[in-house]
């Protein structure tokens, strides 16, 4: 087994691990947590379907990440990453976090506008340069994957 198989099989029991422990936050432990909080602060309860389901939402943009980068590996397995093939799955990544990101903000703003302490906005205000570098990431290195099409393409032509 070469370097490269071992790594893409490494990487897709990891991916695996990660994706179960999506599905179990997303399903018992933060709507676990959130009754809870209700339960504990009945002033806050209001919050526990709202949180429920922005948590919910993000791990979910996390799993179609999870998902299409599983897609992706196994274009790499087979040599066929640089093909039209891995521009549906890199513009679901793509549209994953930028979904996740458009959410983080409106978060953001209304935490912001409402919050008499610097904390939480800011480590929001964090989250949202972070999500948009990653955001801005995927969209360079789709470009990126574009133009080695295009030279592979060009290359199969000269040979």
């Given at each position: 087994?070469?370097?490269?198989?071992?790594?893409?099989?490494?990487?897709?029991?990891?991916?695996?691990?990660?994706?179960?422990?999506?599905?179990?936050?997303?399903?018992?432990?933060?709507?676990?947590?959130?009754?809870?909080?209700?339960?504990?602060?009945?002033?806050?309860?209001?919050?526990?379907?709202?949180?429920?389901?922005?948590?919910?939402?993000?791990?979910?943009?996390?799993?179609?990440?999870?998902?299409?980068?599983?897609?992706?590996?196994?274009?790499?397995?087979?040599?066929?990453?640089?093909?039209?093939?891995?521009?549906?799955?890199?513009?679901?990544?793509?549209?994953a976090?930028?979904?996740?990101?458009?959410?983080?903000?409106?978060?953001?703003?209304?935490?912001?506008?409402?919050?008499?302490?610097?904390g939480?906005?800011?480590?929001?205000?964090?989250?949202?340069?972070?999500?948009?570098?990653?955001?801005?990431?995927m969209?360079?290195?789709?470009?990126?994957?574009?133009?080695?099409?295009?030279?592979?393409?060009?290359?199969?032509?000269?040979?």
């Amino acid at each position: 087994m070469t370097l490269e198989r071992s790594v893409i099989w490494a990487l897709r029991t990891a991916l695996v691990i990660l994706f179960l422990l999506l599905v179990m936050l997303q399903t018992l432990s933060f709507p676990g947590q959130f009754a809870h909080l209700a339960e504990e602060s009945p002033e806050q309860a209001s919050l526990r379907w709202p949180l429920t389901a922005l948590a919910a939402f993000w791990l979910l943009c996390v799993q179609v990440v999870v998902v299409c980068t599983w897609r992706l590996l196994g274009l790499v397995a087979r040599d066929d990453i640089f093909s039209h093939r891995a521009f549906p799955w890199v513009d679901a990544i793509i549209a994953a976090i930028g979904a996740a990101w458009i959410v983080l903000v409106g978060v953001f703003v209304a935490v912001g506008v409402n919050a008499d302490d610097p904390g939480a906005p800011v480590v929001l205000f964090l989250a949202v340069v972070l999500g948009a570098v990653v955001g801005m990431l995927m969209v360079v290195m789709r470009a990126l994957l574009r133009r080695a099409l295009t030279l592979r393409t060009e290359l199969d032509g000269v040979i």
